[in-house]
């Protein structure tokens, strides 16, 4: 990338690149996303992969995004989870709609959050069914992890009782 003008303050030496209108903006004006700050949607959207944004893109386009990220996020920390045991109380609850699936995951609490962060996005309120499986992995000598992967059904729950 050549060095330009920044297309806030019109500074020279303007090296980076903003990720929504590709102008050159300096590190002074540039607004940072962490790399990864959007990982629970299934496939982030394109303008959201970049981490480096002009003043104006990240105000227009970027901080909304964000406030919507966190808005599922605070809804699918809320959803009802019923798990494969609980069938009894489910058992009236609708199971149309395709498992949530997800593989391979590092830790329990992630796992669950994602599966609930893309039952939100899908507009339910909870997850029936749900599934949770843990595999030890010794990739060689003394050092294990542990891979978890789980599935549950998305629902929508209308009775207030079992919310």
């Known amino acids: 990338m050549e060095n330009s003008n920044c297309c806030v303050c019109q500074k020279p030496k303007a090296n980076l690149e903003c990720g929504v209108c590709h102008e050159h903006v300096c590190k002074k004006c540039a607004q940072f996303v962490e ?23 990240y105000d227009r386009e970027i901080s909304p995004a964000i ?38 995951c590092e830790d329990k609490d992630e796992l669950v959050m994602r599966m609930a962060f893309l039952a939100v996005t899908g507009g339910f309120n909870a ?17 294990q992890y542990t891979n978890w992967s789980g599935k549950g059904i998305p629902t929508l729950v209308t009775s207030s009782r079992h919310l």
């Open 35 to 57: 790399d990864g700050s959007f990982s629970f949607y299934k496939t982030v959207p394109k303008i959201l992969q970049s981490t480096v944004f002009c003043g104006p893109c």
């Open 67 to 104: 406030a919507e990220y966190e808005q599922i996020m605070k809804k699918a920390k809320g959803i009802s989870i019923f798990m494969k045991e609980d069938s009894k109380i489910t058992q009236r609850f609708s199971r149309k709609e395709n498992p949530i699936e997800i593989k391979e």
């Open 127 to 143: 997850l029936v069914d749900v599934e949770i499986k843990h595999e030890k992995v010794k990739p060689g000598g003394k050092y």
